[in-house]
Structures are given as C-alpha cells and as structure tokens.
C-alpha cells in the first residue's frame, strides 16, 4: 500500500549532497530529457497525470502549457516551500533529504517551458531546510549543473532561494508572487493568472516542492509507468503528513486509490492508546471533516475525497480521537485563519474573525441558542465571494463540523443556558448574553 517514488531516497545517508544523490541514482534525467523537444517534454508530463501537490491538484502539463511561448518577456518558474497549511509538514524532509531531486526537477520545468530564473520561496521558519537547499544549489552551480550553460546544453538556469517571512498568505500563488516582488503579501485578483502575468508581471510558473521533485521520476521512468500507478485520475503516489492522535505520527508516501483509513492505519499503527476513532480532516485544516464511518469508507484519492464532501490538498491527515473536543478543533482551525487573513475582502477578514468569536464563545461555555444558526448563516456570505480562498478555507470547516458533530455544539450551547436560567433571562443565560 505504501510505495516510495518521492522518499525513496529520504532515508540514504548523505543523500543530501550531490556526491550522495549521484550515487543513488540522481541526475540521471539528462540523456533523456534533452533528448525531447521541450513541447515534447510537458507533453510527458501532461501524459503522465501528474497534478500539483500543494493543495489545489491542477494538472502540472496543462499549468506550463498556459505560459506563452512566444514572449519578448523572460519567463520565471517560483517553487513554492511556503509550506503554512496546518499540518502540512511533507516538503520540508524533501529540502533536507533529497534537495538535489528538487533542483533536478526545476531543471526539468525550466528546460520545458524556456525558463531561465527558478525562484524557490520557502518559508522563513524553515532554518535548517533552507541552510541544507541553498548547500546543495551551490554544489549545483560549481558542477556546472545551473549557470550560464547548464548542464553544459548552452542553455541558462539560475536558482535564487528567497526566504519568506512566516505569513501563511504568502502559500498562496499570488501572494507568494507579490512577496516575492518585495511587496506585502497580499493575494492578486485572477485573472491575469501568473501564467501569463505573474511574477514581474511576465509570464510565470508556480508550482509546488514536491511536484516539481517528482519530474526526474517521471523522465527516468516515463509517462506510462507513472500514469499506471494510482488510479486514473489521480495518478502517482503522494507524500501525507499524518499527524494527531495515533501511534506513529510522521511523512508516509503512498499510492492513489488506497482506502484511507487502512493507509493511515498501515503507516502509523492506528489510533493512539488504541481508543476509538472519532474524525479524520484528509487535506489539512482547511478541508471538511470526515466521520470515522466515513474515513473508513473512502479511498484516497481526489475524486474519492471530493465526493465525500472533502479534499486531499497538501496531504495533512489530521487524526482525531473519541476523546477530542470537536467545538475546541474548529476553534483552533478558526483562530489560525481569522489570524492569517490579510484582511483585504471583508467578507474574510470579518467572517473569519466573527466564526472564531462564536465558536469561541461556545468553548469557553458563553454559547448562545441561537449561535449554531447563526454561524451557518455566515458561512455562504464568506464562501466565492473573495480575491483568495483564505475566506472558504475557514467557512468550509465551520460547516462541516456542525454538519456532522452538531450535538457536541448544542451540549456546548446547553450547558451554557441550563433551562431554569433560560426563563430567568427571557431566553438565554445572562452571562452568555453578557459576553
Ligand atoms: Fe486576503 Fe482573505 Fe481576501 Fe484572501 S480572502 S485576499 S486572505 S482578505
């Protein structure tokens, strides 16, 4: 169940340098990458089914084939290692690992789409990642591997490591892009999509760590093989951060098309203490939540985990127990988000604030009878109505959490307005009114 294409490298000793990466089988793409045309190499990926691993699963191929071909202006790639989803936690081992499959990758982006500046923007908080990439872009340059004539194809490639500051916007592409440019981090409005207007406004690819670091696999292997693992749609294998109440929390790669809660059961040896399972969040802390029944009865893979109302994302399976306060979960998730907003759409930057003030109220035992309504209400005035996601990301969990663990939210709300104070005060506990 569990298959190594990504991290089968993770655990060779320095594996991170360039001598160790060569003597584990990298950089052995060349002969036939360049080999093809360009066009002919993101028509592999296209055949491969590859899609973007940072969250939202685009097709890589059909990404680079947006860029213009014919531009006067300079074409950039920008990697994203920002890395903020709330248990998202899979690109960071790549950096520290396997930093040479990264680089080799991007050669294989820049030489698909005539790309001559990779920038790779990786979160600020990542010291040791960034210290263990930037080593190993170094070794790259003094082997000739980027600069002026990389890979000695006549061909230029230069890799700027860019340090972000810790804002979780910055993960999203435009705001990443905006940052990038020295700006606040502060998303675009789409369109222009930064394949044709992106970074510097030229024509730019974004795409995720472990994307890009599945390329080399692909060319070594080809298209076919690649498309033959998983399942038609979801093609592959991916890197899950599985983190929460089990045994062995952890980086597992594994193949589309797998049940989910057999795979997290396989990889970390179930839930912790061997209580019984409450929930699973698939996709990290923006996705839906999943009962246990459900989790049990969903296979992982996109099309799977969309229709049971969810998402894969960026791979961060969150794993709750029968223990866990499911009013104190969404509060968590709402105070990250209503934190993270920058605040430019007020639908998000009210929305997330006022979805964090009532759950909040819940938790602490101040609820109100009517507060369940009342954060569905707000739900749909939050959600398609902004310049980014940021705004769904908090509404979409709020939804399912009351969808599916209503009753854990109206204990919450009647303990708080016990029925003899609920006559006393007209209605509601007065404290709770008070707040
Ligand atoms: Fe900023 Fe939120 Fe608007 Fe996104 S949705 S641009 S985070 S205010």
């Known amino acids: 169940m569990a298959r190594k294409i990504i991290s089968e490298r993770f655990d060779k000793k320095g594996n991170n340098t360039l001598e160790g990466y060569k003597s584990n089988g990298g950089y052995q793409s060349f002969d036939k990458l360049f080999a093809m045309k360009p066009d002919d190499v993101i028509d592999h990926v296209k055949r491969s089914g590859l899609r973007g691993r940072g969250g939202a699963g685009f097709p890589t191929g059909m990404k680079w084939?947006?860029?213009?071909?014919?531009?006067?202006?300079?074409?950039?790639?920008?990697?994203?290692?920002?890395?903020?989803?709330?248990?998202?936690?899979?690109?960071?081992?790549?950096?520290?690992?396997?930093?040479?499959?990264?680089?080799?990758g991007i050669i294989v982006c820049c030489y698909a789409v005539g790309i001559e500046t990779a920038y790779v923007y990786i979160r600020g908080e990542y010291d040791y990642p960034i210290a263990r990439f930037t080593a190993a872009v170094e070794e790259a340059y003094k082997a000739?591997?980027?600069?002026g004539n990389a890979c000695g194809k006549g061909i230029k490639i230069d890799v700027v490591v860019?340090?972000?500051?810790?804002?979780?916007?910055?993960?999203?592409?435009?705001?990443?892009i905006e940052s990038l440019e020295g700006k606040k981090g502060q998303p675009r409005p789409k369109p222009p999509f930064p394949a044709v207007e992106?970074?510097?406004?030229?024509?730019?690819?974004?795409?995720?760590?472990?994307?890009?670091?599945?390329?080399?696999?692909?060319?070594?292997?080809?298209?076919?093989?690649?498309?033959?693992?998983?399942?038609?749609?979801?093609?592959?294998?991916?890197?899950?951060?599985?983190?929460?109440?089990?045994?062995?929390?952890?980086?597992?790669?594994?193949?589309f098309g797998v049940n989910l809660w057999d795979f997290i059961e396989e990889c970390t040896g179930g839930v912790k203490g061997g209580k019984k399972l409450k929930a699973v969040i698939p996709g990290g802390s923006s996705s839906a939540i999943l009962t246990a029944?459900?989790?049990?009865?969903?296979?992982?893979?996109?099309?799977?985990?969309?229709?049971?109302?969810?998402?894969?994302?960026?791979?961060?399976?969150?794993?709750?127990?029968?223990?866990t306060s499911i009013v104190?979960?969404?509060?968590?998730?709402?105070?990250?988000?209503?934190?993270?907003?920058?605040?430019?759409?007020?639908?998000?930057?009210?929305?997330?604030?006022?979805?964090?003030?009532?759950?909040?109220?819940?938790?602490?035992?101040?609820?109100?009878?009517?507060?369940?309504?009342l954060l569905f209400s707000i739900c749909p005035d939050m959600s398609g109505r902004t310049i980014c996601v940021l705004a769904d990301s908090a509404a979409i969990p709020t939804k399912s959490y009351l969808e599916k663990f209503r009753a854990e939210f109206e204990a919450a709300i009647d303990h708080a307005n016990p029925p003899e104070r609920r006559l006393e005060a007209g209605g509601v506990n007065p404290e709770a009114r008070a707040l």
């Open 65 to 104: 084939s947006f860029v213009p071909k014919s531009t006067e202006k300079p074409k950039y790639l920008c990697v994203n290692a920002d890395e903020g989803e709330p248990g998202t936690f899979k690109d960071r081992l790549i950096l520290e690992l396997d930093p040479h499959a990264l680089i080799e």
């Open 144 to 147: 000739g591997l980027l600069g």
């Open 328 to 373: 104190k979960a969404l509060e968590v998730v709402l105070r990250f988000y209503a934190h993270e907003s920058c605040g430019q759409c007020p639908p998000c930057r009210d929305g997330t604030y006022w979805l964090y003030e009532i759950v909040n109220r819940i938790r602490m035992g101040k609820g109100r009878p009517e507060d369940i309504d």
């Open 198 to 255: 992106g970074a510097f406004a030229c024509p730019t690819v974004v795409n995720n760590v472990e994307t890009i670091s599945a390329l080399p696999w692909i060319i070594n292997n080809g298209a076919e093989t690649y498309a033959s693992i998983g399942t038609e749609k979801s093609t592959g294998t991916m890197l899950f951060s599985i983190s929460g109440m089990v045994e062995k929390p952890g980086v597992y790669e594994g193949e």
């Open 293 to 323: 029944e459900e989790a049990r009865n969903t296979n992982l893979d996109y099309e799977s985990i969309a229709a049971a109302g969810s998402m894969v994302g960026s791979g961060a399976i969150m794993v709750l127990d029968e223990d």
């Open 162 to 176: 860019h340090k972000g500051a810790g804002a979780y916007i910055c993960g999203e592409e435009t705001g990443l």
